[in-house]
């Protein structure tokens, strides 16, 4: 008759594994903490403990914490290297807080000294956890599964019978079963040696590795990146070089060689939106006509840019950001000569697309006394005009464009060295021209119409309205790296987390009566119900080809059948 022992008494995993002997050695390559003999530690000694600490699992983890809790203010916070002008608005508003900034680093903490020094421990702990690991597990792999212990039944899961077969013929069967099951097995003198999950350690070190090239790629993508903004009107063109973007800014490592070289032309913008509904005005098109070349002399190729859908060019990804509109404007001095032709871009104020700017023209004006002077138009641009409307806008698409212009002339300070913006007008040293009324001259166009200077200072034409768009182009190295990382460490973590790490042993003997006893036992690394349910499957597959016999032939009394091993082996698990 099948027996099950009841082994839940009490005794601890280390004196468990002591009684086990090599059969109940550590299931992973994790390494054992040993408490240190404080008193007796020199320098030698100290440093081992040390390095054992950085190297845990517990330390890596709040090195993990404090590199994402250190991430927080960089968010939060303006970034010299992302943004000065914010940076400079914060010193202004902030008087006591920005000097305590600057000690803590907090206004470039990706670049500060303690942030840094996170990372690098972070990047030391993963190493020297990894390495031993890696050594220890490959020579389990190289190795064989520990043979049975003298006494399975100490075991957490295990099950026993009697059968009439030989106890090679059961060991041939419980081998052959096992290699079928994806164990690793062989045979130990009157038993059979069996382990799986090595999926688990597998995904606890690649998991651990992925963690390192996610550094790693970070950490590169940081020192060479570059990012730039170029705003372009339809016609005009972009060529690759820092000279050409509107704003540029770049890692610590990175040099002008580093740029890919291509070019691009915007040919067209196309923006339609919903035209009724509670949705009216929302986007439904926005994409841009390009023609780029790569190299010096590459062949021209058409493609669309549309949102978050980049045109990939070698390392670079150019994106489509914002969109708006530029009025083409002439401006003509009063001889009738064309001074000023171009068109000028105007920055957005709402989502329908008003937008306002500033047209200057620096050089080539003179007045009808010929004096030579610099112009200011002060623009104003509503897409859509309704009557009654005349401070906005009632639609994003150019439906019934109108201009209000302002013109002013004097000295527009571009002269001073002080930098300003393209967009605003400095009006300290300028004049208004003022109508018949003496009020400032300030009139609505449509395309097609002409805003005449009094006194006979020349005349400004509203000609049609281009689109522009703003592209951002940004270049950074390890991308693909840090992708491949990220999806390695997510399987392997999922790996190390779901997959066990198990032993099984079959032993068969025979008895004192000749009849052949066969014990199964399993061990896991942790307490868990699959490790008994799975050996009381393995245990009904060999029990059909090794079925129980009777405890003895001379009492009728008996029963002459056993109890289902995958039976017995639940209730033990049950019970344990």
């Not at 839940?8 to 002591?18: F, K, L, M, N, V």
């Not at 300070?413 to 018949?436: C, E, M, N, R, T």
């Not at 042993?505 to 066969?518: I, P, S």
Request: aromatic fraction near 10%; glycine fraction near 10%.
């Amino acid at each position: 008759m099948s027996t099950t022992e009841n082994t839940a008494s009490g005794t601890t995993p280390e004196r468990a594994d002591d009684d086990l002997g090599a059969a109940g050695s550590q299931l992973s390559t994790a390494p054992k903490e040993e408490l240190p003999n404080l008193p007796s530690l020199g320098v030698i000694g100290w440093t081992r403990w040390f390095w054992r600490q950085l190297t845990s699992m517990r330390v890596a983890l709040l090195l993990l914490l404090l590199l994402s809790l250190g991430a927080i203010p960089g968010s939060l916070i303006p970034q010299s290297g992302t943004d000065e002008t914010k940076v400079a608005d914060f010193r202004k508003a902030h008087t006591f807080l920005a000097p305590v900034y600057d000690r803590l680093g907090l206004f470039h903490v990706y670049s500060s000294v303690w942030f840094s020094a996170i990372y690098i421990l972070l990047f030391v702990s993963l190493i020297g956890c990894i390495v031993p690991r890696t050594h220890q597990f490959v020579g389990q792999l190289r190795g064989r599964p520990p043979g049975a212990p003298r006494r399975l039944n100490r075991l957490p899961a295990y099950t026993t019978w009697r059968t009439r077969a030989e106890p090679e013929q059961v060991r041939e069967a419980a081998l052959a079963l096992l290699k079928r099951r994806r164990f690793r097995a062989h045979t130990a003198g009157d038993a059979v040696a069996a382990e799986k999950g090595y999926l688990r350690e597998i995904g606890n070190l690649a998991f651990h590795i992925a963690l390192i090239v996610l550094l790693i790629a970070f950490a590169w993508g940081q020192l060479f990146k570059s990012e730039g903004n170029k705003l372009i009107v339809e016609g005009d063109g972009f060529s690759n070089t820092t000279t050409q973007y509107d704003d540029f800014k770049s890692g610590n490592l990175f040099t002008a060689d580093d740029l890919v070289p291509f070019s691009f032309t915007l040919d067209k913008f196309t923006g339609t939106y919903e035209a009724s509904g509670p949705n009216k005005g929302t986007p439904r098109t926005y994409q841009a006509a390009l023609t780029y070349s790569k190299g010096a002399y590459g062949k021209d190729r058409k493609d669309l840019v549309k949102v978050n859908e980049p045109l990939q060019i070698g390392d670079a990804n150019v994106y489509l950001t914002a969109h708006g509109y530029a009025p083409v404007i002439t401006v003509r001095d009063g001889r009738g000569k064309v001074v000023y032709h171009d068109a000028v871009p105007l920055l957005p104020l709402d989502s329908n697309v008003t937008s306002t700017g500033v047209i200057k023209v620096l050089d080539g004006y003179r007045n009808a006394k010929g004096v030579s002077q610099q112009l200011g138009i002060s623009a104003f641009l509503l897409p859509t005009y309704t009557q009654g409307s005349e401070t906005a806008s009632t639609f994003p698409a150019l439906r019934n464009p109108v201009l209000n212009l302002t013109p002013y002339y004097g000295d527009l300070g571009v002269d001073s060295g002080i930098p300003q913006s393209v967009y605003q007008l400095d009006k300290s040293h300028v004049k208004g021209f003022k109508d018949a009324k003496g009020a400032q001259l300030r009139d609505n166009l449509k395309p097609g119409q002409t805003m005449t200077l009094p006194n006979g200072a020349g005349t400004i034409t509203y000609e049609g309205t281009k689109e522009w768009a703003n592209f951002q182009i940004v270049q950074q190295p390890g991308t693909v790296w840090a992708l491949g990382g990220a999806l390695v460490a997510i399987f392997g973590l999922a790996g190390s987390l779901f997959i066990q790490r198990r032993r099984v042993w079959v032993r068969a003997v025979a008895g004192a009566d000749g009849v052949t006893v066969v014990e199964m036992a399993g061990l896991g690394r942790s307490e868990s119900a699959k490790v008994p349910e799975e050996l009381g499957d393995l245990a009904a597959v060999l029990y059909d080809q090794a079925p129980g016999a009777p405890e003895s032939d001379d009492s009728p009394d008996q029963d002459d059948t056993t109890p289902d091993p995958q039976v017995a082996s639940a209730e033990r698990a049950e019970t344990t």
